[in-house]
């Protein structure tokens, strides 16, 4: 497990520390540590909820964030103890929440928050207590947490997008060192395998990228561009551009792989990629140490050593059929190492009235477009209705089983399952292990608490360090961050006057109950295997691939420019490439159950995965295709567009159908190839490509239809 850089991890749980130790001074102070549960519980909430926003974003939140709190706290205290109203109260809340995250990631994180807020209300429920004294704790501590955040932006105002941007340098840096494998000679046989560490690397990236899209957006929604937020923009676009230049595949490798093997090219290129992913690295520790990037004069001779060798293989081997491609790969590295040096020079990340550096909106906000969007989800074909009508049969089963036992504490139960139950199959079998585990290890720990911090204070300071450790360790290790909150939790009912030890194997039970609620679920209510499978998800991969053709085509017949719309094509294309390597992995965590089709999945995610190289590689060449006035680029043009329309028709397209298509696709090459003689450089280069891509449209097919069939048997 790698752990995350302590600093940025301090920085972020800043404000919860802050919120935590000022709602146990109060607590302290007015002597009521009956309260201290539902306040650091609000607080709690609070931080679920946050997201990285301008101030005036941040204050809208806050807003948002209050009003459905105060709506779903109230509703649940309202109606808890009176049987089949609450019970219904929460399961339709569920589902109305869960719903509203088919708008976009904000109102799916607000929804959640509302849901656990609700939890939280019945969690803190007592008979003897006023009624309205939990709901408005709760609301204190979530208003306190936002206040915290309000004046830690204005003390730290960029730091979260800085982080959210070096986190994406992180995930290319891997990415360059898992294309640095294709250059070992030595392993040239296993390039099959190296293409699908480099597709599940591409997961990582995409999932990087979008991430610090959705923080840009939000901190470029306003008129006023801060010249901070322009300078992370224009890294984030750096990074893009470096990742289509990266992911290009000029060549085919196991060719490469033969002819360099002799040479020093092949090691120079590898350490080429090797180095420039350390230098993304460097451009990552840079912004979270809020230091200049300084680029590095050994990757300016290493940069220039490439080249020399370049030209001494070219003077040696002029007949190589693939010296050109070679050319055009260097090229490529070339960009890379401006973009490199760019970065270095605060002066030139200046915005440019000329660029596109607008950011793809999230969600459609429009009433209109919200309750359109809700509608069309409104299907077992769509996940978030899936999840929705799932998540609110797992509260309804939970609610029901406490009501007619009339369990004491029962509600953790809710509390587990509704954690615990994710969209993914995968994720949530992986999180029933780590709640459990980290539940019964932090009731051990939890209960020599009253032994060694029998006062108020003592307990206080526990209540701190665990509820801020919890929020340090959820993003990247569940069941750490389970056991944290369970002795946050187990404390704070000792504060309370419960009887701990009493509790605890309560709380081990309820959770394994809870657990066991969200497994069989997933496991059984319209899992993602009977709707996400490897053929529809290659499917829409494939596709997307023919519209990022399609957009490449548009550019070198009318000009390259970097604008949104070809930003959105290209990363739809990357992101539904990511989504087929992830539907992969959650197929190899059971293997027993996709055994007879996990070796044709890995098949498809090379072959479609390498047609996404190929096509990137002609989208990083867009901006060096000129135009002479002549009629020597229609071919050209005819036949990419006939490649993009077969792509996005592949999926549909039946057998004889698609054999009539490629025989004319490859007779038209063939035709073209006879025809142009002029042998230019960019003919070249064109020819190549549009072969490469070529020679994957079968393989291709025959794979995706293979998914079909053994899908449909």
């Known amino acids: 497990m790698n752990t995350p850089p302590l600093k940025p991890l301090i920085i972020a749980s800043l404000p919860v520390f802050a919120s935590v130790f000022i709602a146990a001074t109060l607590v302290w102070h007015f002597d009521t540590p009956k309260l201290v549960m539902p306040f650091v519980l609000g607080i709690i909430a609070g931080g679920l909820v946050d997201l990285d926003n301008r101030?005036?974003?941040?204050?809208?939140?806050?807003?948002?964030?209050?009003?459905?709190?105060?709506?779903?706290?109230?509703?649940?205290?309202?109606?808890?103890?009176?049987?089949?109203?609450?019970?219904?109260?929460?399961?339709?809340?569920t589902f109305g929440f869960t719903i509203l995250g088919t708008i976009g990631l904000k109102y799916r994180t607000f929804a959640f928050g509302a849901l656990a807020v609700a939890t939280y209300t019945t969690l803190t429920y007592t008979p003897e207590t006023y009624w309205l004294t939990n709901p408005v704790m709760?609301?204190?501590?979530?208003?306190?947490?936002?206040?915290?955040?309000?004046?830690?932006?204005?003390?730290?105002?960029?730091?979260?997008i800085q982080e959210t941007v070096a986190n994406a340098y992180d995930a290319l840096s891997n990415y360059f060192d898992a294309k640095a494998d294709f250059f070992d000679p030595d392993e040239a046989a296993w390039l099959g395998n190296r293409q699908i560490d480099l597709a599940m690397s591409n997961t990582s990236v995409i999932t990087a990228f979008n991430q610090c899209r959705g923080a840009l957006f939000y901190r470029l929604r306003g008129q006023h561009r801060h010249p901070r937020t322009a300078k992370m923009l224009h890294y984030y676009l750096c990074a893009q551009d470096m990742h289509e230049r990266i992911s290009s595949a000029h060549v085919d490798y196991s060719?490469?792989?033969?002819?360099?093997?002799?040479?020093?090219?092949?090691?120079?290129?590898?350490?080429?990629?090797?180095?420039?992913?350390?230098?993304?690295?460097?451009?990552?520790?840079?912004?979270?140490?809020?230091?200049?990037?300084?680029?590095?004069?050994?990757?300016?001779?290493?940069?220039?050593?490439?080249?020399?060798?370049?030209?001494h293989f070219a003077?040696?081997?002029?007949?190589?059929?693939?010296?050109?491609?070679?050319r055009r790969l260097l090229d490529n590295l070339s960009s890379v190492d401006y973009q490199l040096r760019q970065l270095q020079n605060d002066a030139s990340l200046a915005e440019n009235d000329n660029a596109d550096t607008r950011i793809a909106a999230l969600e459609n906000t429009k009433f209109r477009n919200i309750g359109e969007t809700v509608i069309s989800q409104l299907n077992f074909d769509s996940g978030v209705f899936r999840h929705a009508t799932r998540l609110s049969i797992v509260v309804a089963a939970a609610c029901i089983i406490v009501e007619i036992l009339h369990l004491n504490l029962g509600y953790w139960i809710l509390l587990t399952a509704l954690f615990v139950c994710q969209p993914n199959y995968t994720a949530t079998k992986s999180r029933v292990y780590q709640r459990i585990a980290g539940t019964i290890l932090g009731v051990i720990v939890g209960s020599l608490v009253p032994y060694f911090t029998?006062?108020?204070?003592?307990?206080?300071?526990?209540?701190?360090?665990?509820t801020t450790l919890f929020f340090m360790t959820r993003s990247y290790k569940y069941s750490f961050s389970t056991f944290f909150i369970t002795i946050q939790a187990l404390t704070s009912l000792s504060l309370a006057g419960l009887d701990v030890y009493h509790a605890m194997p309560i709380r081990i039970i309820d959770t394994i109950v809870g657990s066991v609620i969200a497994w069989a679920a997933a496991t059984y209510l319209w899992p993602?295997?009977?709707?996400?499978?490897?053929?529809?998800?290659?499917?829409?991969?494939?596709?997307?691939?023919?519209?990022?053709?399609?957009?490449?085509?548009?550019?070198?017949?009318?000009?390259?420019?970097?604008?949104?719309?070809?930003?959105?094509?290209?990363?739809?294309?990357?992101?539904?490439?990511?989504?087929l390597s992830s539907t992969l992995s959650d197929?190899?965590?059971?293997?027993?159950?996709?055994?007879?089709?996990?070796?044709?999945?890995?098949?498809?995610?090379?072959?479609?995965?390498?047609?996404?190289?190929?096509?990137?590689?002609?989208?990083?060449?867009?901006?060096q295709v000129h135009h002479d006035g002549s009629d020597t680029f229609a071919p050209y043009a005819r036949l990419t567009h006939h490649i993009a329309e077969l792509l996005k028709q592949m999926p549909q397209t039946e057998p004889a159908t698609f054999d009539a298509s490629i025989e004319a696709i490859r007779q038209e090459f063939a035709d073209l190839e006879q025809t142009d003689k002029e042998q230019s450089q960019q003919n070249q280069i064109l020819k190549h490509q549009l072969d490469l891509i070529i020679r994957q449209l079968a393989p291709c097919y025959q794979a995706l239809h293979r998914q079909s069939d053994t899908q449909t048997a």
């Open 315 to 326: 003077e040696t081997h002029a007949d190589n059929a693939n010296l050109h491609n070679i």
């Open 587 to 623: 197929m190899s965590s059971n293997p027993k159950k996709y055994q007879d089709r996990l070796q044709d999945g890995f098949t498809l995610l090379k072959t479609s995965y390498a047609l996404t190289g190929h096509i990137s590689a002609l989208g990083a060449y867009r901006d």
């Open 138 to 160: 709760i609301l204190l501590g979530t208003v306190l947490y936002s206040v915290n955040t309000l004046i830690f932006q204005i003390i730290l105002p960029h730091r979260p």
């Open 255 to 311: 060719e490469m792989a033969e002819q360099l093997k002799n040479t020093d090219l092949i090691f120079r290129i590898r350490r080429l990629l090797e180095m420039q992913g350390q230098a993304c690295r460097n451009v990552a520790a840079s912004l979270r140490n809020n230091k200049p990037y300084a680029y590095s004069k050994r990757l300016g001779r290493a940069m220039e050593g490439c080249r020399q060798s370049l030209s």
């Open 454 to 466: 029998p006062s108020v204070e003592t307990k206080l300071w526990i209540v701190i360090a665990s």
């Open 55 to 93: 101030l005036t974003g941040r204050l809208k939140n806050i807003v948002i964030t209050v009003a459905l709190f105060t709506l779903s706290s109230l509703l649940a205290q309202s109606t808890i103890g009176t049987g089949v109203p609450f019970i219904l109260a929460l399961t339709l809340m």
């Open 528 to 579: 993602d295997w009977r709707y996400l499978t490897l053929s529809h998800t290659a499917a829409q991969t494939i596709t997307a691939n023919g519209r990022y053709l399609d957009a490449i085509l548009d550019q070198l017949q009318n000009g390259s420019r970097d604008d949104v719309d070809y930003r959105l094509t290209r990363r739809q294309a990357h992101e539904s490439t990511a989504a």
